[in-house]
């Protein structure tokens, strides 16, 4: 299942994505998601159920790019989440 988060890492909808989550599942951190490069202790970080990823265009827009990188966390361009869509039957979105 791909998840795709536009809420802030803390939220309720982060926290309840985080619970949903299963193994081989992936999600993208987009819009306000990005924030979670600014917390490298979110719990996210740190699940091995799933793969996530940030949308490197959210994270420029909200100048946490670079602190991304810093952090070696997984960002993908659009065309890396258009490919996840299409390899992904069920997609859920967390808003």
């Known amino acids: 299942m791909l998840h795709i988060l536009n809420k802030p890492p803390h939220s309720d909808a982060a926290v309840q994505m985080l619970n949903a989550l299963s193994n081989g599942d992936s999600v993208v951190l987009i819009e306000d998601g990005v924030q979670a ?3 490298p202790e979110w719990q996210g970080w740190a699940t091995s159920a799933a793969s996530i990823f ?3 265009e959210d994270a420029i827009s909200r100048g946490i790019h670079s602190i991304a990188i810093t952090h070696g966390l997984p ?6 989440f258009v490919a996840l869509t299409e390899q992904h039957e069920q997609i ?3 808003y």
Not at 75 to 80: N, Q, V, Y
Request: hydrophobic content about 65%; glycine content about 6%; charged content about 15%.
């Open 92 to 94: 859920i979105s967390w």
């Open 75 to 80: 960002l993908i361009e659009m065309d890396g």
């Open 54 to 56: 940030m949308l490197a």
């Open 37 to 39: 490069a600014l917390y």
